[in-house]
């Protein structure tokens, strides 16, 4: 989701074309790095005001797109790659006492579960995973 902001202080008359062209540049530089600005929506607000951020705003009669938030409830979840190998992004590890040592991290492909073995590079560790704790649950 890509917002204008900067139209608080602008005549009404020029605005239009100026979110034009905002969104003809914007898009050129999106499309050069290789995103696809037809599935990018474009919202024009003012986070000052609150125009166009939870409903239309009379200030833009001729503003007919998304507010921000219909924009984001339109924005798909990624699919987890579940299918490829485990892949773990270790954030921390600690050694707690009684417990033993708990590595911290994000699953970034595949699934991990209680009992898997596990092999951590490059020192080649293997350990049994005892336990799982998901800290953001995913929506069901």
């Known amino acids: 989701v890509l917002r204008s902001t900067r139209w608080t202080r602008t005549p009404a008359t020029t605005l239009r074309p100026a979110s034009r062209n905002i969104n ?3 898009s050129a530089y999106l499309k050069k790095i290789g995103y696809n600005p037809d599935k990018i929506p474009f919202v024009l607000i003012s986070g000052w005001n ?3 951020m939870l409903e239309s705003s009379g200030n833009l009669p001729w503003w007919k797109g998304l507010t921000v938030l219909e924009a984001r409830d339109n924005i798909e979840e990624p ?5 490829k190998p485990l892949r773990l992004r270790l954030q921390d590890v600690y050694k707690i006492g009684g417990i033993g040592t708990v590595s911290v991290g994000r699953v970034e492909t595949g699934i991990i579960k209680h009992g898997m073995e596990v092999t951590f590079a490059p020192c080649w560790l293997t350990t049994e995973v005892k336990s799982v704790d998901n800290a953001s649950p995913s929506p069901s």
Do not use: F, Q
């Open 50 to 52: 609150g125009d166009n």
């Open 24 to 26: 003809k540049e914007v």
């Open 79 to 83: 699919k987890r790659p579940s299918e």
